[in-house]
T-cell receptor, first 116, second 115 residues
Framework: AQSVTQLGSHVSVSEGALVLLRCNYS??????LFWYVQYPNQGLQLLLKYTTGATLVKGINGFEAEFKKSETSFHLTKPSAHMSDAAEYFCAVSEGTGGGADGLTFGKGTHLIIQP | NAGVTQTPKFQVLKTGQSMTLQCAQDMNHEYMSWYRQDPGMGLRLIHY???????DQGEVPNGYNVSRSTTEDFPLRLLSAAPSQTSVYFC??????????????FGNGTRLTVT
């Protein structure tokens, strides 16, 4: 069964500093990996995804993530934090076995706090 | 562009009451699903559907029923509400059946409180 671990339920960084949100996964097959962002009182929005091909994936709002198979990791980074980045971030994994039967398995989320 | 629409946005129920959370999408997506979000738990899959007339259970299906009579609608029914069902519920849809090729589109959620 697939699973996701997000290290740190809360991460605080200063505006302009590097953002690093950690995600490790387990999967019995090559996974599909996702990062979603949730702003207060809203649903989740896709930031970026990895399916196949290039292991460094660029997403919206300047975020990127690198798939490292040997480390079973998919950490999310942004070189310079902005106040508008404050939100809840979820890493998710799918084994994509077809038919959407497995859905997505989500991590428990990391609340990103931006200090002025 | 409505996307995924959930109603109501807020609901308070008493223990034992029943209700239906509505979800509609206008993107002609085959796959629809319901998640619940609880503090410190992330999102957990309740039920999902890969097309009209087809539904299946997710990780936490107990206490919930679903049906999919049309492509557009995927209501979630609570037959006898319990305080443990206090949560934020999200409906999500995607094109086709393979999650990897088509990300989920989420509604804005229904915040349910059971007293």
């Amino acid at each position: 069964a697939q699973s996701v671990t997000q290290l740190g339920s809360h991460v605080s960084v200063s505006e302009g500093a590097l953002v690093l949100l950690r995600c490790n996964y387990s999967s019995s097959v090559p996974p599909y990996l996702f990062w979603y962002v949730q702003y207060p009182n809203q649903g989740l929005q896709l930031l970026l995804k990895y399916t196949t091909g290039a292991t460094l994936v660029k997403g919206i709002n300047g975020f990127e993530a690198e798939f490292k198979k040997s480390e079973t990791s998919f950490h999310l980074t942004k070189p310079s934090a902005h106040m508008s980045d404050a939100a809840e971030y979820f890493c998710a994994v799918s084994e994509g076995t077809g038919g959407g039967a497995d859905g997505l398995t989500f991590g428990k989320g990391t609340h990103l706090i931006i200090q002025p | 562009n409505a996307g995924v629409t959930q109603t109501p946005k807020f609901q308070v129920l008493k223990t034992g009451q029943s209700m239906t959370l509505q979800c509609a999408q206008d993107m002609n997506h085959e796959y629809m699903s319901w998640y619940r979000q609880d503090p410190g738990m992330g999102l957990r899959l309740i039920h999902y559907s890969v097309g009209a007339g087809i539904t299946d259970q997710g990780e936490v299906p107990n206490g919930y029923n679903v049906s999919r009579s049309t492509t557009e609608d995927f209501p979630l029914r609570l037959l006898s509400a319990a305080p443990s069902q206090t949560s934020v519920y999200f409906c999500a849809s995607s094109y086709g059946g393979v999650i990897g090729n088509s990300p989920l589109h989420f509604g804005n959620g229904t915040r349910l409180t059971v007293t």
